[in-house]
């Protein structure tokens, strides 16, 4: 399936697409300083969809490299169909692909939604048969006091990447793709070959993860 069309999103993830078509025409001059820049701005993201391909992280770190090369030799033949953005994470997806392939990691990766029968949210969080209201919350999560000023901190942010540096990797890549990049599920499910429902499963299960680890962050830091 190749990339998805342009959509519009937020102001945020609009300026972004801006920042980027912006770079097109110096990066086809060959401009290095544009070239930095584009690297600054994926190459973290890049190895997270990688590595759920791939069995470590320098291979995934080959994978990124051999994206990056496919996209200087490349980008005169970019014809906008969609942004850039989801054409470099196309070619990361099909790089990485190929390398699981080689490396014998032949399970796909929709498979993997499902591999584990882990709970989104730890089992004590509800009360239990014999409780008074079994199923319901036991210990709910607590509202987070401005969380924008928070998680603007050099520290949040770190502790925000740490979380989800810990994800499995399927469930690293979709947020990462989804949360982090802004792409929409349509693109996801075809760029990572998913069906809609894995997609929804996994992210569920990364966004729990994360947001379980956020909270234990605020609340040590009140």
Not at 112 to 127: H, N
Request: glycine share 4%; hydrophobic share 40%; net charge negative.
């Amino acid at each position: 399936m190749g990339p998805s069309s342009p959509r519009t999103g937020t102001p945020a993830e609009a300026n972004a697409t801006d920042r980027d078509a912006s770079l097109l025409p110096a990066l086809r001059a060959g401009d290095e300083e544009a070239f930095v820049a584009l690297v600054t701005r994926y190459h973290a993201s890049l190895k997270r969809v990688a590595r759920a391909y791939v069995s470590t992280d320098a291979v995934a770190e080959d994978v990124v490299q051999e994206t990056w090369l496919a996209v200087i030799e490349g980008l005169d033949r970019f014809e906008h169909r969609s942004t850039l953005k989801t054409w470099l994470f196309h070619i990361l997806a099909n790089k990485a692909k190929t390398r699981g392939v080689r490396e014998r990691r032949i399970v796909p990766f929709a498979s993997l939604a499902g591999a584990d029968d882990e709970p989104a949210v730890p089992p004590d969080r509800f009360q239990r048969d014999g409780d008074a209201w079994p199923g319901h919350w036991a210990a709910p999560p607590r509202p987070w006091e401005d969380p924008e000023r928070r998680l603007a901190s050099l520290e949040a942010r770190a502790y925000l990447r740490a979380a989800i540096a810990a994800l499995p990797a399927t469930q690293q890549a979709v947020l990462t793709l989804r949360d982090v990049e802004g792409l929409d599920a349509e693109e996801v499910c075809g760029l990572l070959d998913v069906s809609a429902g894995n997609q929804r499963v996994l992210l569920h299960r990364a966004r729990a993860k994360v947001r379980t680890e956020l909270e234990r962050y605020f609340e040590e830091t009140v």
